[in-house]
């Protein structure tokens, strides 16, 4: 059985779209490791002391210390509209809708979803963004995680930034108890972004994120928790 799959694997190989295929999966797994510098939530953010009034719990969604992060910096550096890269459910969205208004994209209609009126949602391909939807001080990308994506969407919210604008992703560390760098996200990140920026991009550590905001901050040396408090109905 074993002798007949190997032949099989050399079969495929020997047809174009599915050596194209492998090759593709090869480089995807040879992209490299992008490690920013952390820097801890309370250094950031100092003091901090948020609320969440809504969180969904499950794959893919934003931990409450998360959505804390987006909040408080939104709150603290005074943004006034953001843009989110990947609805999903729409937790994040009702959440930043709460304290500013904002535009939130997916290509995919989820079930369930949340509606926030302070929102405008939009069915686009992240790749078909453009200078129509303005301007924005606070973009959050959390779509599409592979590299091709993340960089695009990384490029596209450069071109879209207000001047001293912040951007978070979302995912840049997995999930678990060891929260290593995710490849294709950190790559997608660290080449999509402009090469005199790249200095700016920081890692949270006590979240899934990393950060991109106009300012120096010393690298952190522990973890500092931040006063959380959690409302679902």
């Avoid at 995680?145 to 979302?170: C, P, R, S």
Wanted: glycine share 6%; net charge positive; hydrophobic share 35%.
């Amino acid at each position: 059985m074993k002798i007949i799959s190997f032949f099989r694997f050399l079969n495929a190989a020997r047809q174009p779209k599915y050596l194209k295929l492998m090759l593709n999966q090869y480089n995807k797994d040879k992209v490299p490791v992008y490690k920013f510098k952390k820097i801890s939530i309370a250094s950031i953010l100092p003091g901090l002391s948020e609320t969440i009034d809504y969180c969904q719990f499950g794959d893919g969604s934003s931990y409450p210390i998360d959505i804390a992060l987006y909040k408080g910096l939104i709150k603290r550096y005074n943004k006034k509209r953001f843009l989110e890269i990947g609805t999903f459910k729409g937790g994040v969205a009702e959440n930043l809708g709460q304290i500013c208004k904002g535009v939130s994209i997916d290509c995919k209609e989820w079930e369930n979803r949340t509606i926030n009126n302070n929102v405008e949602y939009l069915m686009l391909n992240s790749k078909d963004i453009s200078d129509k939807l303005g301007k924005f001080d606070f973009i959050f990308i959390d779509g599409n995680h592979t590299f091709e994506y993340v960089k695009n969407d990384t490029e596209k919210a450069f071109q879209l930034l207000e001047k001293d604008g912040i951007i978070v992703w979302h995912d840049y560390l997995k999930r678990g108890l060891i929260k290593e760098v995710n490849p294709p996200v950190s790559a997608g990140i660290m080449l999509g972004c402009p090469p005199d920026k790249q200095k700016y991009l920081y890692c949270v550590p006590e979240t899934l994120c990393a950060v991109y905001i106009e300012r120096e901050f010393k690298e952190a040396k522990s973890r500092v928790t931040c006063e959380l408090k959690v409302e679902n109905e």
